[in-house]
């Protein structure tokens, strides 16, 4: 009879926790009964796929947090004429009121009196699974207060905490009492196996997955840049316009694709009009694998230039696709998989002259793209499922 695996989620939409969870039920779904439970429900189905023999229980049905972020980020940035507007739009131009004032007290209720976990007590109290996972530091303390002495607990960390000592010591914590604590980096098990060597907790190392090999390689041949991920500030996207400008100042041929939506979105539109860019820069949208892998059949180099990143599996994703990859090493993620001279190259201080002169060299160089395009295909066949399955299984089976 397999083993219950319950995997503790705040939602199932866009991000990269979430598509590491759908790659771990495809992993594991044969070797598991695994449910996912679900603390918001924000769209009508999951962003990324999840297999069907896994269950999904959603304990709130709301989009609620969508909102709140967006309000926040609004006020952050002291957008007051955007937040008005979008509060107009949302409620009041539809005489919505009755639902503005029952968003208003369902948002009081679970963040600012704790409500969102006061279900997830409830259905942890009566589970009967045999392991716990849970994706999030602040549900791995609610695992501590609903504890089976029978059930293997695990943390699985996917943030680095970036000089945040604050956030670290919630991670430590939260996880002290836990059998296990997954990082996604090896510095930071490292780091963490030091800080916890006298708890109970065992922090332990386990990359990110593919979810399968592809069988062909990029042909190199369009001169196109690729980027996959969120249009938000931490993505580092307007240095990479500014790589881009150098580009076009070189009068280097190159066509700029970014794959992804987020808060930023127009704000980046608006910098590559002002860039006069327009003709190098394609703004794709949120899109599917089959999508992507369409994209990456052409592309010649992947650009990352993220301030921080914890694992990078977009790296790899391309390295997967034979595509050499570029990235500031201010990426923690990015430093731990990209070798310099292998399957990309790194970039030191941020130096956007550096990387536009990295790139020009690149893409100049086509017999060069190609043998580090093979070295990096070869080198993402550590991270396919055959793999990491096998270290996911010791610590569930305890053994």
């Not at 592809?214 to 969120?230: A, E, I, N, P, T």
Request: include cysteine; hydrophobic fraction near 40%.
């Amino acid at each position: 009879m397999k083993k219950k695996l319950e995997i503790y989620v705040y939602h199932l939409g866009y991000g990269g926790i979430e598509k590491a969870v759908s790659s771990l039920c495809k992993m594991l779904g044969n070797v598991y009964d695994i449910s996912i439970i679900s603390l918001y429900q924000l769209y009508e189905k999951p962003i990324f796929e999840i297999p069907s023999n896994v269950s999904i229980t959603y304990l709130y049905q709301t989009d609620l947090p969508l909102k709140m972020k967006k309000y926040k980020q609004l006020l952050l940035e002291k957008k007051f004429g955007e937040f008005f507007q979008s509060m107009w739009k949302d409620y009041f131009c539809h005489f919505h009121f009755l639902q503005f004032f029952h968003d208003f007290g369902l948002s009081f209720y679970l963040d600012g009196l704790g409500g969102k976990y006061r279900k997830l007590k409830k259905y942890l109290a009566s589970s009967q699974a045999d392991i716990f996972l849970s994706t999030r530091w602040e549900i791995s303390r609610v695992f501590a207060t609903c504890k089976n002495s029978s059930a293997i607990q695990i943390g699985w960390e996917h943030n680095h905490y970036h000089g945040d000592l604050v956030y670290k010591k919630h991670v430590i914590e939260s996880s002290k009492n836990l059998d296990y604590l997954v990082l996604v980096s090896r510095a930071l098990a490292k780091d963490y196996q030091r800080e916890m060597a006298v708890c109970k907790c065992r922090p332990i190392y386990i990359p990110n997955v593919i979810d399968f090999p592809l069988s062909f390689c990029s042909d190199y041949q369009s001169k196109h840049l690729l980027f996959v991920g969120r249009l938000e500030k931490e993505k580092g996207l307007f240095d990479a316009f500014e790589v881009m400008k150098r580009l076009q100042e070189r009068k280097i041929v190159f066509h700029f694709d970014l794959v992804g939506d987020g808060p930023l979105r127009n704000r980046l539109e608006e910098f590559v009009q002002h860039k006069n860019l327009k003709d190098y820069v394609t703004f794709h949208g949120f899109q599917n694998h089959a999508y992507i892998e369409n994209l990456m059949q052409h592309t010649t180099l992947f650009v990352m230039c993220s301030h921080t990143e914890s694992f990078g599996l977009v790296l790899l994703e391309a390295m997967n696709a034979g595509i050499p990859c570029m990235a500031f090493d201010s990426a923690e993620g990015a430093r731990e998989l990209i070798i310099p001279n292998v399957n990309g190259y790194l970039i030191t201080r941020r130096n956007v002259d550096e990387m536009a002169e990295k790139i020009s060299e690149l893409l100049l160089d086509l017999p060069r793209v190609q043998l580090l395009g093979k070295q990096a295909k070869e080198f993402s066949k550590n991270f396919l499922p055959a793999s990491v399955q096998v270290m996911w299984r010791k610590i569930m089976e305890d053994d």
